[in-house]
Structures are given as C-alpha cells and as structure tokens.
C-alpha cells in the first residue's frame, strides 16, 4: 500500500502561483504514475496533471501552459507549480498513485484545498 501526504495549498490573488507537494511513503516501488486532481464544489473530480515514474508529464487542456508537475525521487515526491492562477482553479486538489497491475489511480491523499480570488 502506498500513503500519500499533501501540503502547500493556500489562497492567492488571480494571478499568482502557487506549488504543491505529494509526499509518498510505503511501497513506493509500486507506484507506475501519480497526478494531481481536482475536485470544485458541485463538480467531479478531474485529472489535473499526471506524471509517470519515467517522467512523462501530461496535462488537462486548461492548465496547459500554466501548470508544471514534476517530481524529485530522492524525495519520492511529486509537485505541481501552479502559475497565473485564475479562480476557475479553486478546488481540493488531491494527489493519486496508479500503482502496476491496477486500472486506475487506487491510492489517495486527503486533500489540500486552493482558492483563487479574483
């Protein structure tokens, strides 16, 4: 089994960045991708990014361009360098782990939630 521990969520002004960090522990070996999701209130959780343990990064088309996931294994951590934020970003983002023989993400955080004002 895989944890998950995020952190660096926040509140900002349109416009400005913020990064968030996914810590994993435990079998970390079985980890094959980890992404960033998103969920706003009233509306389904949406993958944000994804980054595989080769590092191939893909990306929704809305934050293309803005967001950055990468990830440092030494640390067995994944970020996400969120730039020129816009309020259609607010949500609880939540890190997930696709681990080998699974056929979706099957490890969670619990959330960090970000707000962006306009």
């Known amino acids: 089994q895989v944890q998950l521990v995020e952190s660096g969520g926040g509140q900002v002004q349109a416009g400005g960045s913020l990064r968030l960090s996914c810590a994993a522990s435990?079998?970390?070996?079985?980890?094959?991708?980890t992404g960033w999701f998103r969920q706003a209130p009233g509306n389904e959780r949406e993958l944000v990014a994804g980054?595989?343990?080769?590092?191939?990064?893909t990306y929704a088309d809305s934050v293309k361009g803005r967001f950055t996931i990468y990830r440092d294994n030494a640390k067995d951590t994944v970020y996400l360098e969120m730039n020129n934020l816009k309020p259609e970003d607010t949500g609880v983002y939540y890190c997930?782990?696709?681990?080998?023989?699974?056929?979706?993400?099957?490890?969670w955080g619990q959330g960090t939630q970000v707000t962006v004002s306009s």
């Open positions: 435990g079998r970390t070996f079985t980890i094959y991708t």
């Open positions: 997930g782990a696709y681990t080998y023989g699974s056929s979706w993400y099957d490890n």
């Open positions: 980054i595989t343990n080769g590092g191939g990064a």
